[in-house]
């Protein structure tokens, strides 16, 4: 072999077009890549968008179904929604009638997100403070009183009357107060005695489990303070104040679509559902449902007139507001 043929001269220019030719498939294939994860990550954000806002709608619904049934004059307000690019939060707003008075009542916040999660992170509730000797410890929220509720089927060391409070109260303002009737009335019977200051009814959806451990409690001599029912935990409806109105409707209404769609709540309802009709022995509608106590509002000097009726189990002060 001739010396000629033992060494091939190195072509360069051949060689930097072929580097050339790879850098630029190189480069393509890293700018389609790019293109293609962006178009995924576009597209399954928008997914997760669109999901977040199917959930939040549902729940936000479902939790308005809940808040009209459950909380002693406490009426949702509105809610507001805050968005960042992978979550929003659903703000809540509460307020109780005192006559044509609203007074604000908290807030609830709910986080939702786009990978399909929600939680509530701000729900507060009543608070008392006292030692074990004293007689009574009120609950308070907002800086008002939180009125309760005592069953007529639990027994209780001491059931409270604060309609005597009325005569130290100025007449300027509007007050709440809750009576715990000795036993179940119907709608009706219930209108006829409170009818112009009715604002809430309080239905029985106690079943005889739910009685036996109040009455446990109760007896515990552990517990210091009387196991009663807050305005916050008591289920009902408001008072329509309308000649043509069925008052109970849409408290049966709505405790029908929870039943059957209630989200995180729907076994609660389903309790409430057979606890009102004796697990589905009887119909549930208005005329069969148990009240068992009332909130009534006005001024003081009006509310006196319910001091002598007999079958006021207890009575507790709620929240107070000036008339103007």
């Known amino acids: 072999m001739s010396k000629e043929n033992e060494f091939i001269p190195k072509d360069y220019e051949f060689e930097n077009l072929v580097k050339k030719a790879k850098r630029r498939s190189l480069f ?43 909380g002693a004059n406490i009426e949702e307000k509105g809610t507001s929604f805050n968005y960042t690019p992978i979550s929003a939060t659903a703000t809540t707003e509460f307020v109780k009638k005192l006559g044509e008075v609203p007074i604000p009542w908290g807030e609830k916040e709910k986080v939702f997100t786009i990978f399909g999660t929600s939680r509530l992170i701000t729900s ?23 009125i309760e509720f005592y069953h007529p089927q639990v027994e209780y060391r001491r059931v409270f009357d604060d309609r005597n409070l009325l005569n130290k109260i100025d007449d300027n303002t509007v007050v709440e107060l809750a009576f715990s009737l000795d036993k179940g009335y119907s709608i009706d019977e219930v209108q006829k005695l409170f009818k112009n200051h009715l604002a809430w009814f309080w239905v029985d959806t106690f079943n005889k489990s739910d009685i036996k451990e109040d009455n446990e409690l109760n007896k515990d001599k552990r517990i210091s303070r009387d196991h009663t029912i807050n305005g916050f935990e008591a289920y009902g409806f408001q008072s329509i104040d309308h000649p043509e109105a069925v008052q109970g409707s849409n408290f049966i209404s709505t405790l029908q679509m929870l039943r059957s769609d209630g989200g995180n709540n729907q076994d609660e309802a389903i309790e409430i ?43 507790t002060l709620g929240a107070t507001a000036d008339n103007y």
């Open 28 to 70: 393509k294939m890293v700018l389609i890549s790019l293109i293609i994860s962006l178009i995924v990550l576009t597209g399954l954000y928008f997914i997760g968008d669109s999901v977040m806002k199917i959930k939040m709608d549902r729940e936000t619904n479902v939790d308005m179904a809940w808040n009209g049934i459950m």
């Open 124 to 146: 507060t509730g009543p608070s008392g403070s006292g030692t074990t000797g004293d007689e009574r410890i009120p609950l308070y929220f907002q800086g008002e009183r939180v």
């Open 273 to 315: 559902y057979n606890s009102i009709t004796d697990n589905g022995k009887d119909k549930l509608v208005p005329h069969n449902l148990k009240i068992i106590g009332v909130v009534v509002t006005g001024k003081p000097s009006e509310l006196k007139k319910y001091n002598e009726i007999p079958f006021i189990r207890g009575a």
